[in-house]
Every structure is written in structure tokens, then in C-alpha cells.
């Protein structure tokens, strides 16, 4: 496995001088560009890590594989959360050091290159594409993946990315759109690599925050009416960075086909990719914790409301994504980057749409806190 030049679009110091032109404002800046989660990480969760701060997991080396308790309520929360039973599928996993390295490094544990060619959407993560080009094998962008005729025949695919509920877009992958990309991976030898690390983050029902309001997650790769019982194939990506604020913890996990995963763990005991002790006892409370993860998806909803209500005061066509934390709205010029120095002005920094697949479009963030929101949706309103 050796590693390869690559290109990206995802260059921060390109929106620079419109954080330099925003944080001029009165009022300084409202950083509306970045996914990075700013409530507290739940007591439970840093109870979980203290704990363990001085314990064998701190002292000895971990287990790349995940120590039994943390392999047991991944499990666990697999079958209460996603309807899926790892031990039927004959399905393994491994925790990862976020799930940023897993998607980075995914084309390269697969052992692609060139030749091999990796179909993502248009529209997606930027690291998808980053991490391709690092195996370097071929990048085949398409519009929807679930129109499967417009890559099953494309010679030299070995693997599909999907992302549901997407980034940047929200949008969520019904089971039939899933099953369908499944089947034709599997009638050309291809895997399927399903980010899911916004799962639980589902506004796609008719109520998202309320008391009453439980626990929804999207459709996962590795539901049997999905996969069709068999895990052969898939490999089914988790994070808890979004539903616990754990991004600086770097907690992930990989699920699906136990061939791919036993050989993705065997090199990452090599390259020393593993999760510390702590942080494994961390990432079980955090599967564990349910009342946490509604109480931060409550919070995400309101303040997505409230952004896409914002936005729209100011002209943007702006509506509550099916999931995630993101709003994907049309540049009110037609390009992102004169909206970028349009809002830089009253002090707000998007994120362009160009990083992300299209320059048409700007991706707004619910990460912020009700003090930061507030003050940009004033600005936004007095604007209008």
C-alpha cells in the first residue's frame, strides 16, 4: 500500500479572505462553514473516559479489533438503532480513528489502483475522492447512485460510495435506492462503501423535537431487506462525532463484510491505526447513551429550523434537509463565491459549494451555538 499524489478542492485557505473580511464586522464572525460540533460531549460519555484514564485500557495496548465491551454495544446498538444483527449477517466490525482515516484510506485497504476505477456521487465529501486518488485509482463521479445504469457497465469498478444522509446535500437513500446499488455492486464484483455517520440525525419524519418524538434513523446498508441477509460485499461506516460531539475524540467504526474487516484490521495492527483504550470506553457510553443523543438531535433540529428560516428572509430557497446538519441552498447570484463575499459582509462565512461538487450551491452548518445563530439570523433579517 503506498500512497499517491492527489488533487483536492477542499482548500480552506481559499475562503480566508472572506473570514478576514467577516471577523471585521461588528460583532466579529459567525462561522457558519465548518461541521465541528460545539455543545457538550455528554456526562456520560467524559464519566466513561475518566474512568478509564488510569485503568489497563490506558496502561496496556489497546485491541485494534475493539475490546469486548465496546465490540458488544456496537452490536447491540446496531440491532436497537439500524434493525441490523451483525451476527446473522456473519458481519464484523472494527472502531476506527474517526471516520475520516476509514474513508481515506478505504481505497487503499481494498487494495485499488490504478486501473481500478471508485464511483462516488457529483455532489459529496471531498474525501472520497481524496482517498481514490491516494490508491491511485480512478475517481467516477455520478450524478444519483442509485441510477445504477450509469456506472454498472464503466469498465474497472471495484467499489461505490454512498452517503445517506448525504453531505452536503441531507439527502436519505430509501431502502430501494440501498438494495438497488447493492445489487448491481454484487453483479460486477464491486463493494459498497455506505458513509452513514449522520444516521441518527433524520428529519425526514413529520415531527423532529418534541418529547414524545423518539429516536429515527435512516436506512442502513446492512438491513436484511437491503443487503438480503448477507453482509458479503458491504462495509457500513458509523461515527459518533455527530450524535455525542465527539469529534475530537476521533471514535468510528467500520461494519459489514468480516472478510474485508478482518483484513482491514490485520493492517491497521501493522500501522499502529488503532483506537486508544479510553476512547473505546468512551464510544461504548456513547452507544449506549440514547437520552444524550435526543437531547443533541433536539437541539440540531431547532437550530436547522431556524437557519432555514433565516436564510429564507434573506432569499435563499432554503428548506430543512431530509438529514444531517447542513442546509444546501442555490447561490442567490448563481455562484458561491460571490455569495461567499455577499455574506461576508454582514459577518457570516459559508461554506462554497465548490468543495463540495458544485459551485451553483452553498452549505450552511447547525453547528453553532444559539448565541451564534441568533446573531446571524439578525443580520441575515436586517439584511433582507
Not at 163 to 180: F, Q, V, Y
Not at 292 to 308: E, G, N, S, T
Request: charged letters at 20%.
Amino acid at each position: 500500500m503506498g500512497f499517491h499524489s492527489f488533487e483536492s478542492p477542499y482548500d480552506w485557505s481559499r475562503i480566508d479572505p472572506y473570514r478576514r473580511r467577516a471577523e471585521q464586522c461588528p460583532g466579529g464572525l459567525v462561522d457558519l462553514s465548518v461541521g465541528s460540533p460545539v455543545d457538550p460531549v455528554p456526562r456520560s460519555v467524559r464519566d466513561a473516559l475518566a474512568a478509564a484514564s488510569d485503568d489497563g485500557q490506558a496502561r496496556g495496548y489497546p485491541k485494534t479489533a475493539g475490546d469486548g465491551s465496546l465490540r458488544q454495544a456496537a452490536a447491540d446498538w446496531f440491532r436497537r438503532r439500524r434493525g441490523v444483527d451483525l451476527n446473522a449477517l456473519g458481519a464484523d466490525l472494527v472502531p476506527t480513528v474517526g471516520s475520516k482515516e476509514a474513508v481515506a484510506l478505504m481505497a487503499s485497504l481494498l487494495h485499488l489502483g490504478p486501473g481500478d476505477r471508485v464511483v462516488q456521487p457529483t455532489v459529496s465529501y471531498p474525501t472520497y475522492a481524496i482517498g481514490t486518488q491516494l490508491a491511485g485509482a480512478q475517481v467516477t463521479t455520478v450524478d444519483d447512485p442509485t441510477d445504477t445504469a450509469s456506472w454498472v457497465n464503466q469498465p474497472g469498478v471495484r467499489a461505490i460510495w454512498v452517503n445517506s444522509p448525504g453531505n452536503p446535500s441531507g439527502r436519505i437513500i430509501d431502502r430501494a435506492g440501498l438494495a438497488k446499488i447493492v445489487r448491481a455492486a454484487r453483479s460486477i464484483g464491486a463493494t459498497v462503501l455506505s458513509d452513514e455517520c449522520y444516521a441518527l440525525l433524520d428529519w425526514s419524519g413529520p415531527a423532529q423535537v418534541g418529547q414524545d418524538v423518539q429516536i429515527t434513523a435512516s436506512p442502513c446498508i446492512l438491513e436484511p431487506q437491503v443487503c438480503g441477509g448477507d453482509a458479503s460485499g458491504i462495509l457500513c461506516l458509523y461515527s459518533m462525532s455527530k450524535q455525542s460531539n465527539m469529534a475530537g475524540y476521533r471514535a468510528a467504526l467500520v461494519a459489514g463484510d468480516a472478510h474485508l474487516v478482518e483484513a482491514m484490521t490485520a493492517y491497521r495492527k501493522q500501522v499502529g491505526l488503532i483506537v486508544p483504550g479510553p476512547v473505546q470506553r468512551a464510544m461504548r457510553a456513547a452507544l449506549e447513551d440514547g437520552d444524550a443523543v435526543k437531547a443533541q438531535r433536539d437541539i440540531y433540529a431547532r437550530r436547522l429550523h431556524a437557519l432555514a428560516e433565516g436564510l429564507r428572509s434573506y432569499g435563499y430557497d432554503a428548506v430543512m434537509p431530509q438529514g444531517g446538519l447542513y442546509i444546501w441552498a442555490q447561490a442567490r447570484s448563481g455562484d458561491c463565491w460571490a455569495d461567499m463575499a455577499d455574506l461576508s459582509r454582514m459577518g457570516i462565512l459559508a461554506s462554497p459549494g465548490e468543495f463540495y461538487g458544485d459551485g451553483h450551491y452553498l452549505r450552511f452548518s447547525s453547528t453553532i451555538t444559539d448565541e451564534q445563530l441568533e446573531l446571524a439570523l439578525g443580520r441575515l433579517r436586517s439584511a433582507a
